[in-house]
Antibody, heavy 115, light 107 residues
Framework: QVQLVQSGAEVKKPGSSVKVSCMAS????????FSWVRQAPGQGLEWMGRITPMVGIANYAQRFQGRVTITADKSTSTAYMELSSLTSDDTAVYYC????????WGLGTLVTVSS | DIQMTQSPSTLSASVGDRVTITCRASQSLSSWLAWYQQKPGKAPNLLIYKASTLESGVPSRFSGSGSGTEFNLTISSLQPDDFATYYCQHYSTYSRTFGQGTKVDIK
């Protein structure tokens, strides 16, 4: 059974960057794409971007363009999301998901931005 | 970008009630719409995709309908486990957009 295993919680300073990983364990996902979704405390779900590891091209939500970089290593079925110029507004749980439709989700990675 | 608007934002209901949540898109989605359930502290769980296809393992009291710009999620008889927040999502090969969510709580 495939599971998405995300990296652990992070605490970052304002202005720094964070890189979160998401590995599909169990089997290789061939033509699926990884999406990244975040959820700030008490808020809704916000899609950030996606990548298909076999192709290697990422697409981003407009509001994150220039600040987020999504990459993937197809040999290990791992996707990465790097967010730069962090502010307290970036404090959130970051989820990876595989789809479409996105029927498999990681457990989430809490990123806290605090001075 | 496509905008997704859900209504209502909060819905108070009782066990056994039939409830319907609506999602409207700013442009036609064909049938590329999904519905998710999320409980506090948990990842979202896919309920419906392609507007009306029930995900494997999801109870049949959940159903989806609609196409184009207006979609509905209906729970035919609300159960205690169904009190949660529900999100619609437009999906395509290259992007996703979520609605703002509908919290279903106990009346």
């Amino acid at each position: 059974q495939v599971q998405l295993v995300q990296s652990g919680a992070e605490v970052k300073k304002p202005g720094s960057s964070v890189k979160v990983s998401c590995m599909a364990s169990g089997r290789t996902l061939s033509s699926y794409s990884f999406s990244w979704v975040r959820q700030a405390p008490g808020q809704g779900l916000e899609w950030m971007g996606r990548i298909t590891p076999m192709v290697g091209i990422a697409n981003y939500a407009q509001r994150f363009q220039g600040r987020v970089t999504i990459t993937a290593d197809k040999s290990t079925s791992t996707a990465y999301m790097e967010l730069s110029s962090l502010t307290s507004d970036d404090t959130a749980v970051y989820y990876c998901a595989v789809g479409p439709p996105d029927d498999l989700w990681g457990l989430g990675t809490l990123v806290t931005v605090s001075s | 970008d496509i905008q997704m608007t859900q209504s209502p934002s909060t819905l108070s209901a009782s066990v056994g009630d039939r409830v319907t949540i609506t999602c409207r898109a700013s442009q036609s989605l064909s049938s590329w719409l999904a519905w998710y359930q999320q409980k506090p502290g948990k990842a979202p769980n896919l309920l419906i995709y392609k507007a009306s296809t029930l995900e494997s393992g999801v109870p049949s009291r959940f159903s989806g309908s609609g196409s184009g710009t207006e979609f509905n999620l209906t729970i035919s008889s609300l159960q205690p486990d169904d009190f949660a927040t529900y999100y619609c999502q437009h999906y395509s090969t290259y992007s996703r957009t979520f609605g703002q969510g509908t919290k279903v709580d106990i009346k």
